[in-house]
């Protein structure tokens, strides 16, 4: 099984920008569909973006529409999440996922995604 380390969270203004990587390594993810999800204090996990092996799949959470973009280059083996116009409640840790069984996007709920990474803590500051 891959495994996922993210990376690029930190601690940013409201308005600001930040760009998390999702590594993969011990195996390819270029034939995996692929997430970002995220989770604030005290809340359940939640979706934000996922994107097929091809990119020609791609969903947003409705929150994060127009502000964020999921993108992937699969000949580096990397995902990732341009966050734009960030708010403060974006502050969470934020999970890339893949679903090893899929190319394309079967789900955007977590038991669709069977491969996590240990998250990375975005802070936005109003």
């Known amino acids: 099984q891959v495994q996922l380390v993210e990376s690029g969270g930190g601690l940013v203004q409201a308005g600001g920008s930040l760009r998390l990587s999702c590594a993969a390594s011990?195996?390819?993810?270029?034939?995996?569909?692929m997430g970002w999800f995220r989770q604030a204090p005290g809340k359940e996990r939640e979706f934000v973006a996922v994107?097929?092996?091809?990119?020609?799949?791609?969903y947003y959470r409705e929150a994060v529409k127009g502000r964020f973009t999921i993108s992937r280059d699969n000949a580096k083996n990397m995902v990732y999440l341009q966050m734009n116009s960030l708010k403060p409640e974006d502050t969470a840790v934020y999970y890339c996922?893949?679903?090893?069984?899929?190319?394309?996007?079967?789900?955007?709920?977590?038991?669709?995604?069977?491969?996590w990474g240990q998250g990375t803590q975005v802070i936005v500051s109003s």
């Open positions: 011990g195996g390819t993810i270029s034939r995996y569909a």
């Open positions: 996922a893949a679903d090893s069984h899929s190319s394309t996007v079967r789900g955007m709920t977590l038991p669709n995604y069977d491969c």
């Open positions: 994107i097929s092996w091809s990119s020609g799949m791609i």
